[in-house]
């Protein structure tokens, strides 16, 4: 019985392999296979590969040409995170708990006393930390100052439900460069303007 090259034997053999043969079972078929049979699925296996490498060449030549940097790479950010500090850390927690409506993540403790936590809301985390008077009583906190955050919810209906809660609007819902915005300010007075592009 003539013997059959092994890199024909490996090649028709991947085609049973993608039916769930063992390769074990897939090399008795085709060892068992008339030389004609052989050669057509040789074709197929060979036409696959040609085509499945043509398919990848055709898409790699499809990815956009990054230009070459011309000078050093810039800084680029993929988080900001504010810290504030507060004069109240428990009235501050809970003016961002319950009138916006941000959840309370990790806290921070001394003595049973809370000196810094974490507010989150979505994706987004302010840091709130208690005033260790270091700089004086009558520091001044929330001056030229102003976040802002976005949002994929109403917020009109937000701005409700800051009003609801017992919050004050500094500003009332309004279209500026095409985003609905409105804006609060915390117990401290920092500013605080939430908007989404294209919300009514």
Do not use: H
Not at 68 to 93: E, H, I, Q, Y
Not at 184 to 189: E, F, K, L, S
């Amino acid at each position: 019985m003539k013997e059959i090259p092994a890199e024909e034997i490996r090649e028709t053999m991947e085609i049973f392999e993608s039916y769930g043969l063992t390769p074990e079972e897939s090399k008795k078929v085709v060892q068992a296979l008339p030389a004609r049979a052989r050669d057509f699925l040789g074709g197929m296996t060979m036409a696959t590969k040609t085509t499945t490498a043509t398919k990848r060449k055709a898409k790699a030549s499809r990815k956009p040409v990054r230009p070459a940097r011309k000078g050093p790479a810039t800084f680029r950010m993929r988080t900001a995170t504010p810290s504030f500090t507060v004069d109240d850390v428990d009235k501050s927690l809970r003016w961002y708990r319950d009138v916006l409506g941000f959840v309370v993540g990790e806290r921070w403790e001394e003595g049973g006393r809370l000196l810094g936590v974490e507010m989150v809301a979505g994706d987004v985390s302010f840091f709130l930390n208690q005033d260790d008077w270091k700089k004086g009583r009558d520091r001044a906190k929330g001056e030229g100052f102003r976040i802002y955050c976005t949002t994929v919810q109403d917020v009109d209906g937000l701005a409700k439900l800051v009003k609801a809660r017992g919050g004050t609007l500094e500003r009332e819902p309004s279209d500026e460069m095409g985003t609905r915005n409105f804006a609060v300010a915390d117990p401290d007075g920092y500013k605080i303007t939430i908007g989404a592009v294209g919300t009514k």
